[in-house]
T-cell receptor, first 115, second 111 residues
Framework: EPEVTQTPSHQVTQMGQEVILRCVPI?????FYWYRQILGQKVEFLVSFYNNEISEKSEIFDDQFSVERPDGSNFTLKIRSTKLEDSAMYFC?????????????FGDGTRLSIL | GENVEQHPSTLSVQEGDSAVIKCTYSDSASNYFPWYKQELGKRPQLIID?????GEKKDQRIAVTLNKTAKHFSLHITETQPEDSAVYFC??????????FGKGTRLHILP
């Protein structure tokens, strides 16, 4: 069964540094998402992306965050100047269709630790 | 704004007994309700979902019910087994795709 893959599995970064989290969605999926889960808390929506532009973003997704689909397979989340509170598990997800409530498939996540 | 409330936050059940987790949602436009199981350090995995045109759905030992009028939905696990121990998240979604998660229920199956 095809899977969403994320790299790296764990990223340790100094506060203030830039970090890029990478995702390869399932190949025939058209809708892409990033979610965040702070340790012990719920999964929170960050941003959705379709047709090379952001569809919706949450309050968490401020000017320090950006997303990009640089080629036909990768989907990246960039945090420009990391803060301690950015430490969390970041999940990428993708789905095939919109509106027919197709399930979103989640990757294994990247654990981001800000020192 | 959109919100999903989930109860209880922790649930301990004797192996073989049933477990029930309850959720409510605030946005009446929500029409898709997935349930995810998350084991420690792993991705949320979809275990069952229900759409707003259905009141109940069952898959082996797992069942979900939906009351659109009351904006309640529930997960029922029967004949619980040790491997059912995990954190369970209810969630709600509208046509425009983002998923709003509840805070999770940590389910412990006691031997």
């Amino acid at each position: 069964e095809p899977e969403v893959t994320q790299t790296p599995s764990h990223q340790v970064t100094q506060m203030g540094q830039e970090v890029i989290l990478r995702c390869v969605p399932i190949s025939n999926h058209l809708y892409f998402y990033w979610y965040r889960q702070i340790l012990g808390q719920k999964v929170e929506f960050l941003v959705s992306f379709y047709n090379n532009e952001i569809s919706e973003k949450s309050e968490i997704f401020d000017d320090q965050f950006s997303v990009e689909r640089p080629d036909g397979s990768n989907f990246t989340l960039k945090i420009r100047s990391t803060k301690l509170e950015d430490s969390a598990m970041y999940f990428c997800a993708s789905s095939r269709y919109l509106g027919s409530n197709q399930p979103q498939h989640f990757g294994d996540g990247t654990r981001l630790s800000i020192l | 704004g959109e919100n999903v409330e989930q109860h209880p936050s922790t649930l301990s059940v004797q192996e073989g007994d049933s477990a029930v987790i309850k959720c409510t949602y605030s946005d009446s436009a929500s029409n898709y309700f997935p349930w995810y199981k998350q084991e420690l350090g792993k991705r949320p995995q979809l275990i069952i979902d229900i759409r707003s045109n259905v009141g109940e759905k069952k898959d082996q030992r797992i069942a979900v019910t939906l009351n659109k009028t009351a904006k309640h939905f529930s997960l029922h696990i029967t004949e619980t087994q040790p491997e059912d121990s995990a954190v369970y998240f209810c969630a709600a979604s509208k046509r425009d795709d983002k998923i709003i998660f509840g805070k999770g229920t940590r389910l412990h199956i006691l031997p």
